[in-house]
């Protein structure tokens, strides 16, 4: 068309625009936008569609229309073709490009907190970490800052200037110096010229490094000839520019005013980046780097000067800001003029980084005036950080107003409030000779208890105060300020640990270590509140800091061992963590010693390593960059080391002892965990968010009863940290935040109940005990793990009936997985349609048959209270019969309708009429409809809507935790429990580990010498979810991952005793499905429908019992319908033997899959006899004949049952070779190419 811009050719455009992922949008939508436009094709994005044409319509018109019609269908295909397709079935089919557009922007527009905190983020993480490259570097941080000034996230140019000069290696340290001594400030546009200018002298240099070894010898390099000389620099001299004096002719080396000011400097030992900045000669107190030929740098060498102590200076304020676990420089100052500290020097203190990281936050408006004397008012909160340790999510802080005096406890759930204040005003009171007088906190209800109409409902914690005479102060809703002590404190403290932990690198497990070494250092600390240290205050005397050290700094620490032997190492490897409670000493994480955290007074602290930045020292690394995971032991139990001779161990610097002074006790009873007696474990959960940074293995050797490739686990209960967890009780419910939509949940509950006629109200007979009923939370999440609905369900206590008066029979069926896994096959081969429908609240449908009465649900009792009880009518949740009455129920509904049971799987149905057909299955609640005929599968929903309250789920997606994913284009359905997998992977703390190449491989073995050998073993191997980790991995197993079969069988053989060799063999198979847990379970349409059997063993392959290794596996559609890998119950004498009882075990199987898929009336292959293969021709030829001999009369004759079933013409059993044996990896261990290959014909895999 004239004057249109023909497009240029989309494979050459395409390539330069990133595909939609989702968090990629903004990026994406501009560059779309902007190609569209260049390629003149945006016009029906810029217009509204013209008017239709018509027989008036002008050539104008039609021109105009077909320009929008063009630029609508081609920029349509340009947008599609950049949508990745993972999530291209996601977006919705338009006709217009304008709705396109909205319909991804409404999906996919992230908020601007969200991108603007990612944003922040990336921003903090930047840094150079060569001398190249330093204008792409600060360009690249302008561009983020720009991106953030668009979210209304300013950074003034000063502040960008610094900080941007702080993320420069260490070879632009003197550079640094240079602009710290100007007093003018340079723009972002100066900073780069000077930059870029120190970047080329750098460069330039870099042919001296290897020199300056021997540059004391008094040659240079100028002096030398031959090779390497470098080319003379007289010109580059001239145009140079000092980047001390700014002026040109001279470097900086050569300044008169540079060296002017080196030598007024003052210090007491100086740090050079090259020696010559001080000329010939011998240094005295003088320190340069030394840069040798392989570019090592060695940022502590320095020259000798009669002393082989490690310079640290104690003066430094940086120093003493890490060490006091950075506070602000204003609280250091105030010690040094209070004279807790002595003179420091403040020039070394520039920005710390990890405290903008843990501390940046918005202003907040100033507090009240405080009290006149200790114990007139106490401020109290209770804070969560996300995180548990060892079941403790929460932590309760107790500050005296007057002093800002701090005790902190950490407590199990909310509850434990009460317990824990009455443990601190028994102390205190007891202590200080005063009564507390005021308790200010906020409305929580473990404070406040409820508000209602008539006014507060005291809980315990209210009532406690006002038996004890003690007034309580509440905060008005919505008014956190009104507590502003205990929130600014609370505040305080977790920005202090999140510093803490970004310096030191340490797990975040730890961050109950760096609390309470927080609650410490603030106790000992100025504060803007008060006139002196809350110590001071609290105690009368000031404290003492001279036993402080850097939280997390390595260290050497002296333990007592009374097996010591006299060539075994002193000292353990270790990070000091904290200062013991009620002793003198320290607390150190040392990941090599059995117990992971101990106590010591007697250690070398490396804090110089610490402040450095120094990785190579502190060998604190991710998870992921070992090949297996890397993580510290622990154990609740604790290591004291009392106090020993000190013994020289060949270190430079002497072991470092507490002072001994009354008042350097490191913890006064301040930071103390609530007594055994009413700490609750929290039941665990199957998902949960768990960082996975760990400490690297140290390159020193280390002596450990437990090697450091595994993790232990204090208890289950952890698994708990980062996840969201659910109310546990109806009280913990009404006073969460979440309160409101719990309460809706349960009126809903109550109105299903109401609805269905559940009970009736009556009075209890005589001689009855009415069972009891609880309330259920749960948390719904869809397939991706986002919240759907808050869903609560009111329980029977069933443990309390009696067998023979409440209930009979019990027993209910569940579909098994073989038969949903051949219903799947079959509709991925004749493409039917797969529906989801869910039933209500579906026991309340069973009728029960025993007369049960039940007490009144907390919370909903009726006007009578509790006079009255329900005597139930249904089969309420929680009933021993409940599931069999549901069952029972449905059954007689779904018959009248004429579907009938599959009489070898009593929860699969069909209904044939003519040449409709319609498969049910029923798995509990859960309903799966496939059909070939959409009229029949609306009847059916219709009926199940008529006579049960149903969930219509539409299209299936995803049941009993597997996510069905279906192209029935290309005629495939896959199932994946990725989602699962992750789960467990977050679960177990294996989500950032390195992948496996095979869950189990050649040569791998496992016997008993690997189970615990003594006490000591076994009790460290009860801190370990061994079973746990086998329980999760084996659904996954006997769901979609036949490829795990083997190894999982294998682990669960020693799950009464397991050993180390084994925990690592279950950690192994997680890190297989962390490298493949995108597989999915593929059947696909095929020419030839049909079942095939496999069946392989591994003879004598247990080393302990010399039995075998019975596997079988079973395709139908070109994927995996039914396997098993199992330990034989006999023990074979021969690999005939073992051949032939895997035939059996495999016929038995297949004669049942034969009889369930000859039940469902829609494959006409089944009635042909089951094709199985085994790659032992002995095997074989015993099964298709009668003959037997010396080596085969003693097999037991129940096993000949296959002889039958071949002459029957059910199955059929032929001879196939080794290589094609798709069993093999059921019984034994594979090199990984040949096992890929394997799992592949099983039809595992990704779909392309």
Same mark, same amino acid.
């Not at 507390?436 to 809980?459: C, F, L, M, N, W």
């Not at 044939?912 to 319609?918: F, N, P």
């Given at each position: 068309?004239?004057?249109?811009?023909?497009?240029?050719?989309?494979?050459?455009?395409?390539?330069?625009?990133?595909?939609?992922?989702?968090?990629?949008?903004?990026?994406?939508?501009?560059?779309?936008?902007?190609?569209?436009?260049?390629?003149?094709?945006?016009?029906?994005?810029?217009?509204?569609?013209?008017?239709?044409?018509?027989?008036?319509?002008?050539?104008?018109?039609?021109?105009?229309?077909?320009?929008?019609?063009?630029?609508?269908?081609?920029?349509?295909?340009?947008?599609?073709?950049?949508?990745?397709?993972?999530?291209?079935?996601?977006?919705?089919?338009?006709?217009?490009?304008?709705?396109?557009?909205?319909?991804?922007?409404?999906?996919?527009?992230?908020?601007?907190?969200?991108?603007?905190?990612?944003?922040?983020?990336?921003?903090?993480?930047?840094?150079?970490?060569?001398?190249?490259?330093?204008?792409?570097?600060?360009?690249?941080?302008?561009?983020?800052?720009?991106?953030?000034?668009?979210?209304?996230?300013?950074?003034?140019?000063?502040?960008?200037?610094?900080?941007?000069?702080?993320?420069?290696?260490?070879?632009?340290?003197?550079?640094?110096?240079?602009?710290?001594?100007?007093?003018?400030?340079?723009?972002?546009?100066?900073?780069?010229?000077?930059?870029?200018?120190?970047?080329?002298?750098?460069?330039?240099?870099?042919?001296?490094?290897?020199?300056?070894?021997?540059?004391?010898?008094?040659?240079?390099?100028?002096?030398?000839?031959?090779?390497?000389?470098?080319?003379?620099?007289?010109?580059?001299?001239?145009?140079?520019?000092?980047?001390?004096?700014?002026?040109? %002719?001279?470097?900086?080396?050569?300044?008169?005013?540079?060296?002017?000011?080196?030598?007024?400097?003052?210090?007491?030992?100086?740090?050079?980046?090259?020696?010559?900045?001080?000329?010939?000669?011998?240094?005295?107190?003088?320190?340069?780097?030394?840069?040798?030929?392989?570019?090592?740098?060695?940022?502590?060498?320095?020259?000798?000067?009669?002393?082989?102590?490690?310079?640290?200076?104690?003066?430094?304020?940086?120093?003493?800001?890490?060490?006091? %676990?950075?506070?602000?420089?204003?609280?250091?100052?105030?010690?040094?003029?209070?004279?807790?500290?002595?003179?420091?020097?403040?020039?070394?203190?520039?920005?710390?980084?990890?405290?903008?990281?843990?501390?940046?936050?918005?202003?907040?408006?100033?507090?009240?005036?405080?009290?006149?004397?200790?114990?007139?008012?106490?401020?109290?909160?209770?804070?969560?950080?996300?995180?548990?340790?060892?079941?403790?999510?929460?932590?309760?802080?107790?500050?005296?107003?007057y002093s800002r005096y701090m005790y902190l406890y950490m407590l199990y759930?909310?509850?434990?409030?009460?317990?824990?204040?009455?443990?601190?005003?028994?102390?205190?009171?007891?202590?200080?000779?005063?009564?507390?007088?005021?308790?200010?906190?906020?409305?929580?209800?473990?404070?406040?208890?409820?508000?209602?109409?008539?006014?507060q409902a005291p809980g315990p914690f209210a009532k406690f105060l006002q038996?004890?005479?003690?007034?309580?102060?509440?905060?008005?809703?919505?008014?956190?300020?009104?507590?502003?002590?205990?929130?600014?404190?609370?505040?305080?403290?977790?920005?202090?640990?999140?510093?803490?932990?970004?310096?030191?690198?340490?797990?975040?497990?730890?961050?109950?270590?760096?609390?309470?070494?927080?609650?410490?250092?603030?106790?000992?600390?100025?504060?803007?509140?008060?006139?002196?240290?809350?110590?001071?205050?609290?105690?009368?005397?000031?404290?003492?800091?001279?036993?402080?050290?850097?939280?997390?700094?390595?260290?050497?620490?002296?333990?007592?061992?009374?097996?010591?032997?006299?060539?075994?190492? #002193?000292?353990?490897?270790?990070?000091?963590?904290?200062?013991?409670?009620?002793?003198? %000493?320290?607390?150190?994480?040392?990941?090599?010693?059995?117990?992971?955290?101990?106590?010591?007074?007697?250690?070398?602290?490396?804090?110089?390593?610490?402040?450095?930045?120094?990785?190579?020292?502190?060998?604190?690394?991710?998870?992921?960059?070992?090949?297996?995971?890397?993580?510290?032991?622990?154990?609740?139990?604790?290591?004291?080391?009392?106090?020993?001779?000190?013994?020289?161990?060949?270190?430079?610097?002497?072991?470092?002892?507490?002072?001994?002074?009354?008042?350097?006790?490191?913890?006064?009873?301040?930071?103390?965990?609530?007594?055994?007696?009413?700490?609750?474990?929290?039941?665990?959960?199957?998902?949960?968010?768990?960082?996975?940074?760990?400490?690297?293995?140290?390159?020193?050797?280390? #002596?450990?009863?437990?090697?450091?490739?595994?993790?232990?686990?204090?208890?289950?209960?952890?698994?708990?940290?980062?996840?969201?967890?659910?109310?546990?009780?109806?009280?913990?419910?009404?006073?969460?935040?979440?309160?409101?939509?719990?309460?809706?949940?349960?009126?809903?509950?109550?109105?299903?109940?109401?609805?269905?006629?559940?009970?009736?109200?009556? /009075?209890?007979?005589?001689?009855?005990?009415?069972?009891?009923?609880?309330?259920?939370?749960?948390t719904k999440k869809d397939s991706l793990g986002n919240i759907e609905r808050?869903?609560?369900?009111?329980?029977?206590?069933?443990?309390?009936?009696?067998?023979?008066?409440?209930?009979?029979?019990?027993?209910?069926?569940?579909?098994?997985?073989?038969?949903?896994?051949?219903?799947?096959?079959?509709?991925?081969?004749?493409?039917?349609?797969?529906?989801?429908?869910?039933?209500?609240?579906?026991?309340?449908?069973?009728?029960?048959?025993?007369?049960?009465?039940?007490?009144?649900?907390?919370?909903?009792?009726?006007?009578?209270?509790?006079?009255?009880?329900?005597?139930?009518?249904?089969?309420?949740?929680?009933?021993?019969?409940?599931?069999?009455?549901?069952?029972?129920?449905?059954?007689?509904?779904?018959?009248?309708?004429?579907?009938?049971?599959?009489?070898?799987?009593?929860?699969?149905?069909?209904?044939?009429?003519?040449?409709?057909?319609?498969?049910?299955?029923?798995?509990?609640?859960?309903?799966?409809?496939?059909?070939?005929?959409?009229?029949?599968?609306?009847?059916?929903?219709?009926?199940?809507?008529?006579?049960?309250?149903?969930?219509?789920?539409?299209?299936?997606?995803?049941?009993?935790?597997?996510?069905?994913?279906?192209?029935?284009?290309?005629?495939?359905?896959?199932?994946?429990?990725?989602?699962?997998?992750?789960?467990?992977?977050?679960?177990?703390?294996?989500?950032?580990?390195?992948?496996?190449?095979?869950?189990?491989?050649?040569?791998?073995?496992?016997?008993?010498?690997?189970?615990?050998?003594?006490?000591?073993?076994?009790?460290?191997?009860?801190?370990?979810?061994?079973?746990?980790?086998?329980?999760?991995?084996?659904?996954?197993?006997?769901?979609?991952?036949?490829?795990?079969?083997?190894?999982?069988?294998?682990? %669960?053989?020693?799950?009464?005793?397991?050993?180390?060799?084994?925990?690592?063999?279950?950690?192994?198979?997680?890190?297989?499905?962390?490298?493949?847990?995108?597989?999915?379970?593929?059947?696909?349409?095929?020419?030839?429908?049909?079942?095939?059997?496999?069946?392989?063993?591994?003879?004598?392959?247990?080393?302990?019992?010399?039995?075998?290794?019975?596997?079988?596996?079973?395709?139908?559609?070109?994927?995996?319908?039914?396997?098993?890998?199992?330990?034989?119950?006999?023990?074979?004498?021969?690999?005939?033997?073992?051949?032939?009882?895997?035939?059996? /075990?495999?016929?038995?199987?297949?004669?049942?899959?034969?009889?369930?898929?000859?039940?469902?009336?829609?494959?006409?292959?089944?009635?042909?006899?089951?094709?199985?293969?085994?790659?032992?021709?002995?095997?074989?030829?015993?099964?298709?004949?009668?003959?037997?001999?010396?080596?085969?009369?003693?097999?037991?004759?129940?096993?000949?049952?296959?002889?039958?079933?071949?002459?029957?013409?059910?199955?059929?059993?032929?001879?196939?070779?080794?290589?094609?044996?798709?069993?093999?990896?059921?019984?034994?261990?594979?090199?990984?190419?040949?096992?890929?290959?394997?799992?592949?014909?099983?039809?595992?895999?990704?779909?392309?």
């Amino acid at each position: 068309m004239a004057g249109v811009v023909q497009p240029a050719n989309f494979s050459d455009i395409r390539s330069d625009i990133p595909e939609l992922k989702g968090d990629n949008y903004k990026i994406w939508k501009e560059r779309v936008l902007l190609h569209l436009g260049w390629m003149d094709i945006d016009y029906a994005i810029r217009k509204d569609e013209p008017p239709a044409l018509t027989d008036t319509s002008t050539a104008a018109d039609i021109t105009l229309y077909e320009r929008w019609e063009r630029s609508n269908r081609l920029s349509m295909m340009f947008i599609k073709t950049r949508i990745s397709a993972g999530i291209r079935g996601s977006v919705d089919q338009h006709e217009k490009v304008r709705d396109l557009l909205k319909a991804i922007d409404e999906q996919f527009v992230t908020s601007d907190k969200a991108l603007a905190s990612t944003l922040i983020m990336k921003f903090s993480s930047l840094r150079l970490t060569s001398v190249r490259g330093v204008r792409e570097h600060i360009m690249q941080m302008r561009d983020t800052v720009a991106q953030l000034k668009k979210l209304e996230v300013e950074m003034s140019e000063s502040f960008l200037v610094h900080y941007i000069l702080n993320t420069l290696p260490h070879q632009y340290g003197p550079f640094k110096i240079s602009y710290n001594t100007h007093k003018e400030k340079w723009s972002i546009n100066e900073l780069m010229t000077m930059c870029v200018q120190e970047e080329g002298r750098l460069v330039m240099e870099q042919g001296e490094s290897a020199m300056l070894a021997t540059r004391g010898k008094g040659k240079s390099q100028a002096n030398q000839k031959g090779k390497g000389k470098i080319p003379p620099q007289t010109d580059i001299k001239k145009d140079s520019k000092c980047f001390f004096c700014k002026k040109k %002719g001279h470097m900086k080396k050569e300044c008169a005013k540079f060296q002017k000011w080196l030598a007024d400097k003052g210090s007491s030992f100086s740090l050079f980046y090259k020696s010559d900045y001080v000329g010939n000669g011998t240094l005295s107190d003088g320190l340069y780097c030394i840069n040798l030929q392989n570019n090592a740098t060695y940022d502590s060498m320095h020259v000798h000067t009669g002393t082989k102590r490690c310079v640290i200076n104690e003066d430094s304020s940086k120093l003493w800001h890490q060490r006091l %676990g950075h506070i602000s420089i204003e609280r250091i100052k105030r010690l040094v003029n209070e004279g807790v500290l002595n003179t420091l020097d403040f020039t070394d203190f520039e920005t710390c980084v990890d405290c903008i990281k843990g501390k940046q936050t918005n202003k907040s408006k100033k507090g009240a005036n405080r009290s006149s004397d200790i114990l007139e008012i106490i401020h109290t909160d209770i804070c969560s950080p996300d995180m548990d340790s060892h079941g403790q999510k929460y932590f309760i802080s107790f500050i005296d107003d007057y002093s800002r005096y701090m005790y902190l406890y950490m407590l199990y759930n909310k509850n434990e409030a009460l317990d824990a204040f009455k443990i601190f005003k028994a102390e205190v009171e007891k202590q200080c000779g005063k009564q507390i007088k005021i308790v200010r906190s906020d409305r929580g209800g473990e404070y406040y208890g409820r508000y209602t109409e008539d006014g507060q409902a005291p809980g315990p914690f209210a009532k406690f105060l006002q038996e004890h005479g003690i007034v309580a102060q509440y905060t008005m809703p919505g008014s956190p300020d009104q507590n502003g002590v205990a929130e600014r404190r609370n505040r305080t403290l977790l920005d202090m640990v999140r510093s803490m932990l970004s310096s030191s690198n340490l797990p975040k497990s730890l961050w109950v270590e760096a609390l309470k070494t927080a609650v410490y250092i603030l106790n000992r600390v100025p504060t803007k509140a008060v006139p002196k240290t809350p110590f001071e205050l609290w105690k009368g005397w000031k404290p003492s800091l001279k036993h402080m050290r850097v939280w997390g700094c390595p260290s050497e620490v002296r333990i007592y061992n009374p097996q010591e032997k006299k060539l075994d190492p #002193r000292t353990i490897s270790g990070y000091f963590i904290g200062y013991a409670e009620r002793s003198k %000493g320290y607390r150190f994480y040392c990941p090599s010693h059995s117990t992971r955290i101990v106590e010591s007074r007697n250690a070398k602290f490396l804090e110089n390593d610490l402040i450095s930045g120094s990785d190579q020292t502190r060998n604190i690394v991710s998870e992921k960059d070992h090949s297996e995971s890397q993580t510290s032991t622990s154990s609740d139990r604790l290591v004291v080391v009392y106090s020993t001779p000190q013994v020289q161990t060949g270190v430079e610097q002497p072991i470092i002892e507490v002072p001994q002074a009354a008042d350097d006790i490191p913890v006064d009873q301040v930071v103390q965990e609530l007594p055994r007696t009413f700490e609750q474990r929290v039941e665990p959960h199957t998902s949960q968010e768990y960082d996975g940074t760990t400490l690297r293995r140290s390159i020193r050797p280390k #002596r450990s009863a437990i090697p450091d490739d595994y993790v232990v686990y204090l208890q289950e209960s952890d698994y708990n940290i980062g996840a969201k967890n659910d109310p546990e009780f109806f009280s913990q419910a009404m006073s969460c935040k979440e309160s409101e939509l719990w309460y809706n949940a349960m009126k809903e509950e109550m109105n299903s109940m109401k609805s269905n006629g559940v009970w009736d109200l009556v /009075e209890l007979p005589n001689g009855v005990k009415a069972i009891g009923c609880k309330w259920v939370f749960k948390t719904k999440k869809d397939s991706l793990g986002n919240i759907e609905r808050y869903k609560a369900r009111l329980v029977a206590k069933g443990f309390t009936q009696k067998e023979g008066i409440d209930y009979t029979e019990t027993f209910s069926p569940v579909s098994k997985k073989d038969s949903l896994r051949v219903i799947l096959a079959l509709v991925a081969h004749f493409d039917l349609e797969l529906q989801q429908m869910d039933v209500k609240t579906a026991f309340l449908n069973g009728d029960l048959e025993e007369e049960v009465y039940m007490k009144q649900p907390e919370g909903f009792l009726s006007s009578d209270g509790e006079q009255l009880v329900c005597k139930l009518k249904k089969s309420i949740y929680g009933l021993k019969q409940a599931s069999r009455q549901w069952y029972l129920k449905f059954h007689n509904v779904i018959s009248s309708f004429g579907f009938v049971e599959n009489i070898m799987d009593q929860c699969i149905y069909q209904k044939v009429s003519g040449s409709k057909i319609c498969f049910l299955v029923l798995y509990v609640d859960d309903i799966l409809l496939a059909t070939n005929d959409k009229g029949l599968l609306h009847e059916v929903k219709q009926f199940l809507s008529k006579n049960f309250d149903m969930k219509d789920m539409g299209e299936a997606s995803y049941v009993i935790g597997i996510k069905i994913h279906r192209d029935r284009f290309q005629g495939i359905l896959g199932l994946s429990q990725e989602t699962y997998i992750n789960k467990v992977l977050e679960r177990f703390r294996m989500n950032d580990c390195s992948p496996s190449v095979a869950p189990i491989v050649k040569g791998d073995r496992f016997n008993l010498n690997q189970c615990p050998k003594n006490d000591l073993e076994r009790e460290q191997m009860k801190n370990i979810p061994y079973a746990s980790a086998v329980g999760s991995l084996m659904y996954a197993q006997v769901c979609t991952r036949p490829d795990i079969a083997f190894a999982v069988g294998m682990l %669960g053989r020693y799950q009464s005793d397991p050993g180390l060799d084994h925990w690592r063999a279950a950690k192994k198979v997680m890190r297989y499905l962390q490298g493949t847990k995108d597989y999915m379970l593929m059947y696909r349409r095929t020419d030839n429908l049909e079942v095939i059997g496999y069946s392989d063993s591994d003879f004598a392959g247990c080393i302990d019992s010399r039995k075998s290794t019975s596997g079988y596996i079973f395709l139908m559609a070109s994927g995996a319908v039914s396997w098993r890998s199992a330990k034989q119950t006999l023990t074979a004498t021969s690999t005939m033997e073992a051949e032939f009882v895997s035939c059996f /075990e495999a016929t038995s199987h297949g004669v049942w899959l034969k009889s369930f898929i000859s039940g469902l009336r829609i494959m006409d292959s089944i009635s042909r006899p089951l094709r199985m293969y085994c790659d032992n021709s002995a095997a074989v030829f015993m099964a298709k004949n009668n003959k037997s001999g010396s080596r085969s009369k003693h097999i037991d004759i129940k096993y000949l049952a296959i002889r039958e079933r071949i002459k029957e013409k059910k199955v059929v059993i032929e001879h196939v070779s080794t290589e094609l044996m798709i069993a093999d990896p059921l019984t034994k261990g594979m090199p990984p190419l040949k096992f890929k290959d394997h799992v592949a014909k099983m039809g595992l895999g990704s779909i392309i």
